[in-house]
């Protein structure tokens, strides 16, 4: 089984509904009007912990054997801040490992959430063999930040919703790094809209799982800091399931620029009033650059908004990218 069954998403939504919000699909006159189809957003940063990770942390919590002392996890940020939510309401402990690259706004909300932080290597990668000791050591339960069927099935109740809120769509945009997201909302919008098409958007500076459909296995790219953080790292050489999960359910992948991030950033801001991060504007930087063109009704999911503000604010200033000064 590597496409999520609809009825596993149907049961971790029941699950997790207490938990979590159910967020709004909004309408976009603006991006409407600039991509001459009608163009909505998943309102998804709105979520609690400001971002959609939540669902899958709560589905994964929720499903964990009686008697289990603790949880830990590699993040870029956004997982590990739902983990440690999502534990805390279930009186687990819970261990986060970080890289070097992930923003201090991130560490301090998950340190408030009480959950214990260990900073460990260069990458993604590293964090992920830091947690795996932590788990082997300590005998908690390792929550993997995507690769995961909990997590695949929490993250897809986005998915029912979508098609919920709006049965005719024809394109959704989703942000792709490790695939949880994708593989849960495509298996859940393929379900009940076969005719859907599914665009994954990464950003150019380290599209693993791009990369990885490439070679038609995964495969490792170089780490890269980039607007999109939360993009960052690699989807693991010994991937399990949304590896193969994306492989059959995307229609389409494109990238983008950091100054084509940026741009998503500032419009987002500018037109619709919302504050999010580099990861959740990719999908309308794709929407302005032209990299992709819908044909019809379009989902743009907004999938996070923990940017640090003081990059917000020199992103709104102008700055097309993390070292840009100007
Ligand atoms: C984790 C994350 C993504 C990517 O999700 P994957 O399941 O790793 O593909 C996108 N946007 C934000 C804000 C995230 O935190």
């Given at each position: 089984?590597?496409?999520?069954?609809?009825?596993?998403?149907?049961?971790?939504?029941?699950?997790?509904?207490?938990?979590?919000?159910?967020?709004?699909?909004?309408?976009?006159?603006?991006?409407?009007?600039?991509?001459?189809?009608?163009?909505?957003?998943?309102?998804?940063?709105?979520?609690?912990?400001?971002?959609?990770?939540?669902?899958?942390?709560?589905?994964?919590i929720?499903?964990?054997?009686?008697?289990?002392?603790?949880?830990?996890?590699?993040?870029?940020?956004?997982?590990?801040?739902?983990?440690?939510?999502?534990?805390r309401?279930?009186?687990l402990?819970?261990?986060?490992?970080?890289?070097?690259?992930?923003?201090?706004?991130?560490?301090?909300?998950?340190?408030?959430l009480?959950?214990?932080?260990?900073?460990?290597?260069?990458?993604?990668?590293?964090?992920?063999?830091?947690?795996?000791r932590?788990a082997?050591?300590?005998?908690?339960?390792?929550?993997?930040?995507?690769?995961?069927?909990?997590?695949?099935?929490?993250?897809?109740?986005?998915?029912?919703?979508?098609?919920?809120?709006?049965?005719?769509?024809?394109?959704?945009?989703?942000?792709?790094?490790?695939?949880?997201?994708?593989?849960?909302?495509?298996?859940?919008?393929?379900?009940?809209?076969?005719r859907?098409r599914?665009?994954?958007?990464?950003?150019?500076?380290?599209?693993?799982m791009?990369?990885?459909?490439?070679?038609?296995?995964?495969?490792?790219?170089?780490?890269?800091?980039?607007?999109?953080?939360?993009?960052?790292?690699?989807?693991?050489?010994?991937?399990?399931?949304?590896?193969?999960?994306?492989?059959?359910?995307?229609?389409?992948?494109?990238?983008?620029?950091e100054?084509?991030?940026?741009?998503?950033?500032?419009?987002?801001?500018?037109?619709?009033?919302?504050?999010?991060?580099?990861?959740?504007?990719?999908?309308?930087?794709?929407?302005?650059?032209?990299?992709?063109?819908?044909?019809?009704?379009?989902?743009?999911?907004?999938?996070?908004?923990?940017?640090?503000?003081?990059?917000?604010?020199?992103?709104?200033?102008?700055?097309?990218?993390?070292?840009?000064?100007?």
């Open positions: 089984m590597s496409v999520m069954p609809l009825a596993e998403i149907q049961l971790a939504a029941s699950r997790i509904r207490p938990a979590v919000v159910r967020t709004a699909l909004e309408p976009s006159p603006s991006l409407s009007r600039l991509a001459g189809v009608p163009v909505h957003l998943k309102m998804e940063h709105r979520q609690r912990t400001g971002a959609f990770k939540l669902r899958g942390a709560a589905n994964a929720l499903s964990l054997p009686p008697g289990t002392r603790g949880v830990v996890a590699a993040s870029t940020g956004n997982h590990g801040r739902a983990l440690a939510h999502a534990a309401a279930a009186g402990a819970c261990t986060i490992c970080l890289s070097r690259l992930v923003p201090a706004n991130k560490i301090v909300a998950i340190e408030a009480g959950a214990r932080v260990h900073i460990q290597g260069a990458g993604q990668d590293d964090a992920q063999r830091e947690a795996d932590l082997a050591e300590e005998g908690f339960v390792g929550v993997p930040p995507f690769d995961h069927p909990a997590i695949v099935a929490g993250q897809g109740t986005i998915g029912l919703e979508i098609v919920e809120d709006l049965p005719d769509v024809e394109t959704v945009l989703v942000p792709l790094s490790g695939g949880g997201l994708m593989a849960g909302v495509a298996a859940a919008v393929k379900a009940l809209s076969p859907t599914i665009v994954g958007v990464s950003m150019e500076r380290g599209a693993a791009a990369a990885s459909l490439q070679a038609g296995r995964p495969i490792e790219v170089e780490e890269r800091s980039t607007l999109a953080d939360s993009l960052g790292g690699g989807i693991g050489l010994s991937n399990r399931w949304t590896f193969e999960a994306t492989r059959q359910l995307v229609d389409e992948v494109v990238l983008v620029t100054a084509e991030i940026a741009a998503g950033i500032r419009q987002i801001y500018r037109e619709e009033r919302e504050v999010v991060e580099g990861a959740a504007a990719v999908g309308v930087s794709a929407l302005l650059s032209g990299r992709v063109r819908p044909l019809g009704a379009t989902v743009a999911l907004l999938s996070g908004r923990n940017i640090d503000p003081t990059l917000h604010l020199r992103v709104l200033n102008g700055a097309d990218s993390l070292e840009d000064r100007t």
